[in-house]
C-alpha cells in the first residue's frame, strides 16, 4: 500500500513538473514574439519620419511611398502570427527597395535626418533578427516539448497544440545575389 502511495505520489510530481515546463515553454514563446513585436513597433515608428524627409528630395518615388505606407499599415493590423511574419517580409522587402532608390538621391544620402534615420532603422532591424533567432529557439523548445514522450502526453491532456509557426525569411531574401546588377 505504502510504495502504491509512493509511487502516485511520484507519478503525479512528475506530471505537475512536465505541465510547469510546458507552461513555461508557451510563456517562452509569446515574450519571444512579444520581443520582435517591440522592436517591429519601434520600426513602425521610423518610417513615417523616413518617408517625410525623403519625401522632400524623392518627389518621382510617391507609388513606392504608397507602398511602404500601406505593407506598413498591413503589419500593424495583422492579427495572428503567420499574417505578422507575411506583412513583416513584405515590408521589409518594400524598405530594401526604398534604400535602393534612396542611393539615386545624393541629396537625401546626405540629409543629416536621414542618415540618423536609415542608422536607427539598420540598428532597429539588427535587432529584429535578434528577437527572430529567440523567437525560433523558443518555438523549436515548444514544439519537441509538446511533440516527444512523455510530455506529449502533458501536452495533449492540457490542449496545447503546435500553433506558432517558425519564422523564415521571405523569398527575396532567399533569391541568389546577381552581382552583375551592382556593376551597371
Avoid: C
Avoid at 52 to 66: I, P, S, Y
Avoid at 135 to 141: D, G, M, S, T
Avoid at 159 to 177: N, Q, T
Amino acid at each position: 500500500m505504502i510504495f502504491v502511495l509512493a509511487f502516485l505520489g511520484i507519478l503525479v510530481a512528475m506530471l505537475y513538473s512536465l505541465y510547469v515546463a510546458l507552461i513555461r515553454k508557451k510563456n517562452d514563446v509569446q515574450e519571444a514574439f512579444s520581443g520582435i513585436d517591440v522592436q517591429l513597433k519601434k520600426r513602425y515608428d521610423l518610417i513615417p519620419n523616413m518617408l517625410k524627409t525623403a519625401a522632400k528630395f524623392m518627389e518621382h518615388e510617391k507609388e513606392l511611398f504608397m507602398q511602404v505606407t500601406s505593407l506598413r499599415e498591413q503589419a500593424m493590423t495583422a492579427t495572428n502570427y503567420a499574417d505578422k511574419f507575411k506583412a513583416d517580409g513584405e515590408l521589409s522587402t518594400a524598405l530594401r527597395a526604398f534604400n535602393i532608390r534612396a542611393e539615386n538621391y545624393p541629396q537625401l544620402k546626405s540629409d543629416a535626418t536621414m542618415v540618423n534615420a536609415q542608422k536607427a532603422l539598420a540598428e532597429t532591424e539588427e535587432h529584429i533578427a535578434a528577437a527572430r533567432r529567440f523567437y525560433n529557439a523558443a518555438v523549436k523548445e515548444y514544439k519537441n516539448a509538446i511533440q516527444i514522450f512523455p510530455s506529449s502526453l502533458v501536452a495533449a491532456l492540457i490542449g496545447l497544440k503546435d500553433e506558432y509557426p517558425f519564422f523564415e525569411a521571405e523569398s527575396e531574401a532567399l533569391k541568389s545575389v546577381d552581382v552583375n546588377e551592382y556593376f551597371k
